[in-house]
Structures are given as C-alpha cells and as structure tokens.
C-alpha cells in the first residue's frame, strides 16, 4: 500500500485526508472503511468508521491492526466491483490525483530523529574539515532531534531563512513507526516499521558548520524545514532495503547517482538504540541521514533561489520541491 495525505474539496470545504493510492487515483480511507461497514449492514458504521479509520495517519496508526484490516477488507471489496460506488450519503471515495494537493504523509510527526547511517557521507563530511571518522561512530548510531512541526510535503516551497547564504538539499529516507515500543531487539524491530519514504533535510550549512564547531546541535542549521513524501510505502512493496538506487536532479540536471540501500547502520539497529529505555509511539519519524552522494556538500555545489530539487529513490517514488526567494533584508543570527 501507499498512503497518502491530501488536501482534497468536499462537502464541509478543504479538508485534510488520509488517503491510499489506487486506480490511478487518491482513495478516501476514512469514507472506504465507511462505506465497508455500511455495506455489511453494520448499524453502528458511523461510529465505528470514525474508531477505526481516522482521518489522519497518526490517528491510523494509533488504532492499529484494526485499521490496516478494515482499510484492507474495504479494497478487496471495491476491487470486486465494475466501478467505484458513492460512499456514504453520496459522498466520493476516489478523487483524480489532479484534484488534490499532496501534503506530507504525516504533516505532524509525534517526533523526528535523524541519524548519521551512511559511512561514505560521514567520511567526506570529516574529509573537509581534516579529520577522520571518530572512532565512537562505528560503536554506536548517532542522531539529533529535528523539529517536527516544520514539515513540508511534496511540491511545497522550502523557505530561504534570512540567516543563512549556504542552503543545501540532503537526500534522505525515512520510517514511520507504525506501533509503541520500549527496548525493541534488533530481530523484531523491522515489524514496528509501518512504512518508508523519502526525506530532504534542508540545511544551512554556514549556521550548521558554526553550532557543530560547538559540538552542539544542529539547530537553527535544521529547524526551520523537513520534507517527507511523497507517499508512505508499506513494507510488503519493498522487497530489497539492501538495494535502493537513487538520484538527484536540480533543475532537470542530474547532480548524483547514488544508492540509499548500503547503509553502515540500518534501520533495525537505529530502532533498536532509540529505543533503549526509551518508548517508540506510533508516529514518531526515524530517517538515515544522508545517504552517500546525496547532498550539495559533498558535490561541491549549493543551491541557489528558485532551484527545483528531485530526489529519487526507486519504489519509493520522487519528492519535488522548489526553492524559495530569500527576504531582501538579510537577518544576521548573531548580535555584533
């Protein structure tokens, strides 16, 4: 499955929904579940379509294998049909992929943690400043806390702070944590993965390099942006994590070609050390960091006002955005 967050119209105006990729199309899962329910005569499938098949996927994911089952139930059942019936009191279950606007998967993560997974970007990263790898990075994998209400999705503009002149793209990919967990064992922590997606950790690589140089952070280097999309990918339609080839194109030209399924630490094991004593909620946004290749700073370029980015991941689809203007008047962050 591939689910979705859209902006879409309905009777009620704009409304945010979660959706499910489908016959070319964005399938309604709260009005699916709806619909399911009403046509196995069950009374109560207001109320119980609002339980089990929220509107949000946060709210999805809260509930749990009951909601998976009834979203499943729902397309087996639509698939056995010659069209696309109306769902409850006429409302639409299926909208055209132009008539809505793609939002991030999970526009509100409970949490965002970002590691440092791919050695040949660590390597490079300490190349430029002289140094090797420290040795604690291969003892254990290494993250910072991102901020989780400055998510953007697919096609929206990444915002120019007025702060920095050095903006950079970071290719990335993602989990959703799909189930709570408290000291996950590497074997089981795969099957707490609800699905993978793609990320752009935007960057100011001169406020970056400045709070690193105080072995803190990053902070305002990060904070001001994250984009996750395009859609959530459930597990089941990957069948190699080890083999993810990868690219970047800037204004249509190809900066990289890379793989983003070559990690030194893999999902497993990230999952596993944030969850030492440490509860995991359904939610909460694990990503790799940046895979090998896959950002400006080790190409040698930056991005520049107005570039559109295109990461591409195979089977997890591409996540465009484009760059904005900086404001005119520059914002120094430090007082003289």
């Known amino acids: 499955m591939r689910l979705v967050t859209v902006e879409l119209h309905t009777v009620l105006g704009r409304q945010e929904r979660l959706g499910l990729l489908w016959r070319g199309g964005v399938l309604d899962v709260h009005l699916a579940g709806a619909w399911f329910l009403q046509a196995q005569g069950e009374a109560s499938w207001r109320s119980l379509g609002d339980a089990l098949a929220p509107h949000t996927l946060r709210g999805f994911l809260a509930v749990g294998d ?41 526009p509100e993560p409970s949490s965002l943690r970002d590691f440092y997974a791919f050695e040949e970007h660590v390597r490079t990263g300490f190349a430029k400043r002289g140094e090797d790898i420290p040795a604690a990075w291969y003892e254990l ?30 290719l990335e990919l993602a989990v959703v944590i799909g189930r709570e967990g408290r000291n996950i064992s ?7 993965v609800a699905g993978y997606t793609l990320m ?3 960057s100011a690589r001169d406020i970056q390099r400045k709070e690193m140089a105080c072995r803190l952070g990053p902070a305002k ?23 993810l080839p990868a690219t970047v194109r800037v204004n249509g030209e190809l900066w990289s070609e890379t793989n983003a399924g070559n990690p030194y630490w893999n999902f497993a094991q990230m999952i596993a050390h944030v969850s030492m004593d440490e509860t995991l909620y359904p939610g909460d946004v694990i990503a790799s960091g940046t895979v090998g ?16 980015v295109e990461l591409a991941v195979d ?18 962050i430090l007082r003289d």
């Not at 994250?226 to 990918?233: I, S």
């Not at 950002?295 to 991005?303: A, Q, T």
């Open 66 to 106: 009951r909601a998976w089952k009834l979203l499943s139930d729902a397309v087996d059942a639509l698939e056995s049909l010659p069209h696309v019936p109306q769902g409850p009191n006429g409302s639409r279950l299926l909208h055209p992929s132009d008539e809505v606007r793609y939002l991030s998967p999970i």
């Open 141 to 170: 994998p290494v993250y910072y806390k991102g901020n989780h209400r400055t998510i953007l999705g697919p096609d929206a503009e990444v915002p120019w702070p007025r702060y920095t002149t050095e903006l950079d793209f970071e």
């Open 186 to 192: 590497v074997s089981d922590a795969l099957t707490y």
């Open 200 to 202: 752009n950790d935007i």
């Open 221 to 243: 280097g990060k904070d001001f942006a994250t984009v996750l999309g395009p859609c959530l990918v459930t597990p089941d339609e990957i069948p190699d994590l080890t083999n």
């Open 293 to 308: 290749r896959g950002c400006g700073l080790e190409l040698g370029r930056l991005l520049a006002p107005g570039d559109r």
């Open 315 to 332: 089977g997890l689809g591409v996540l465009r955005n484009q760059v904005g203007q900086p404001s005119q008047e520059a914002l120094p």
